[in-house]
């Protein structure tokens, strides 16, 4: 999977804890994961789930049964009773060191445990700082769950912890969309073809855009929404990660610390975004929603456009936009090509519509496609554009979480981010999280509001991702 990597040579983790272990993200993604692992045999190590609810360990045996069954059902009864055997709980108040003495007892002897914090980011610094106190954190990795700060002040606060008890190397900093199979494609498609290498530079590419739409609301998360936005939940990290593996240059090595010193390059080398540059939208119906506030101005949508300071892309604007209540869910990525220099076919050099491009369906239904235009039978020259498409569906890929935490497991850090990432890339948006344009309303089932669409006019328009996958529109 992925990079070969040095990481892989580490000593493997002889537990796993996970803080949270009642919680929603436990029961929905954490549980089956798991169970995933299972089945696949890779789980080995006993698993301890630590919360503060009062519960018993066959109360959390059943919350796991009911979490395995809504993700899809048990079809394989012996992989659930292995998960379920492994098994242990601990109850406490996190702030509570007899909680931390419970855990040690529970790890029986484990001497390179694996925590994965899947708690709210206000909680973390006091589970770190209880691991340490009861000193669980020697020969042990952390894997922190996003979001990792709101700005760059509350980042770097967060590192500084972190750094206080934990090498670098032993911080996981999980962001399940890196998980996702088409986001590796991206690298492997990119540095596994020689092919591609030539044009992917400012003298043929002329844009790129990334777009993250999803047809559906806040789902009843109005509350976490309102105290987030679409600039921090989505476009901060997830766009940012793709946009990293599209900008980056090509890993000096095969090791997993050359490719994450290309992907902090890519943000370090990204201009900090201006007003100008950021359209912020909110969907008609949002004040509505429970845990709102009624005269709230959280976008629901964001769109901007980025500029790399590098020898590699200067002048070529990258224009990113998420939003919720648009017309599709899909995750698509248009690398456009330059026009050819000469005009030398009328029908070939189009008043309207794209030049050559590059596109990457990342969901749903991952492809690759190159459009190229091609002559009609006849004597006239003139002809189509078409795409060269590739479906790249892999119905037996491991899930996100279940990838990640086997990673993590194993102390693979090819899929979750380093310190100087996270900075760089909160310093890009820091600028605009305090002051802002404010949120236009849009209707649901539109592509938001119209001045996205003159934030990017000078690139011929948004490519709108097509609902069944195909050429855009």
């Not at 796993?16 to 080995?44: E, N, S, W």
């Not at 694996?114 to 000193?135: D, K, M, N, S, W």
């Not at 591609?196 to 509350?223: C, K, N």
């Amino acid at each position: 999977m992925g990079l070969p990597s040095p990481a892989r040579e580490h000593t493997p983790s002889d537990a796993l804890v996970f803080f949270g272990a009642t919680g929603d993200l436990a029961h929905k993604q954490i549980f089956p994961a798991l169970y995933a692992m299972a089945k696949r045999g890779r789980l080995r190590v006993p698993v301890v789930g630590v919360a503060f609810s009062g519960w018993s360990l066959a109360q959390l045996r059943d919350r796991a049964r009911d979490g395995i069954e809504l993700a899809g059902g048990v079809d394989d009864p012996r992989a659930l009773e292995q998960l379920l055997g492994r098994l242990r709980y601990v109850d406490g108040d996190y702030a509570d060191p007899r909680t931390f003495a419970a855990l040690r007892q529970a790890l029986d002897g484990a001497a390179a445990p694996t925590h994965y914090l899947a708690i709210p980011p206000a909680l973390f610094a006091t589970v770190i700082e209880g691991l340490r106190r009861a000193g669980l954190t020697e020969g042990a990795r952390v894997v922190v769950e996003k979001p990792f700060g709101r700005d760059l002040a509350s980042a770097r606060a967060l590192n500084a912890v972190l750094g206080a008890a934990l090498p670098e190397e032993a911080i996981f900093r999980i962001d399940h969309f890196l998980g996702k199979e088409p986001i590796e494609n991206i690298l492997y498609f990119r540095f596994a073809n020689s092919f591609l290498e030539p044009v992917w530079t400012r003298d043929h590419v002329a844009s790129v855009q990334i777009t993250m739409a999803e047809s559906f609301g806040v789902q009843g998360r109005g509350q976490f929404y309102d105290a987030t936005g679409c600039l921090r939940d989505v476009v901060q990290n997830h766009l940012f990660q793709i946009m990293a593996l599209l900008a980056m240059e090509a890993p000096a090595g095969a090791g997993v610390a050359s490719l994450l010193a290309e992907k902090a390059k890519v943000f370090a080398a990204m201009r900090p975004l201006t007003s100008r540059e950021l359209v912020r939208g909110q969907f008609q119906g949002y004040r509505a929603e429970p845990g709102v506030a009624p005269d709230s101005d959280v976008e629901t949508y964001c769109a901007v456009r980025l500029h790399v300071d590098s020898w590699r892309w200067a002048g070529v604007p990258w224009y990113l936009r998420a939003g919720k209540c648009l017309p599709l869910t899909a995750t698509e990525v248009l690398v456009q090509l330059r026009r050819p220099p000469q005009r030398l076919f009328a029908d070939a050099w189009p008043r309207a519509g794209r030049a050559n491009y590059v596109r990457f369906r990342v969901a749903p239904g991952p492809a690759i496609a190159l459009a190229a235009r091609v002559k009609r039978a006849g004597e006239a020259f003139v002809g189509d554009q078409r795409e060269l498409y590739l479906s790249d569906d892999q119905p037996d890929e491991e899930a996100p979480y279940e990838r990640l935490l086997g990673d993590a497991l194993v102390g693979n850090r090819a899929l979750f981010t380093r310190e100087d990432a996270v900075e760089a890339a909160w310093a890009v948006v820091d600028p605009v999280l305090g002051e802002h344009p404010p949120a236009l309303p849009y209707a649901p089932g539109t592509w938001g509001p119209a001045a996205a669409d003159r934030l990017v006019a000078a690139a011929g328009g948004w490519h709108n991702p097509a609902p069944d996958g195909g050429a855009p529109s």
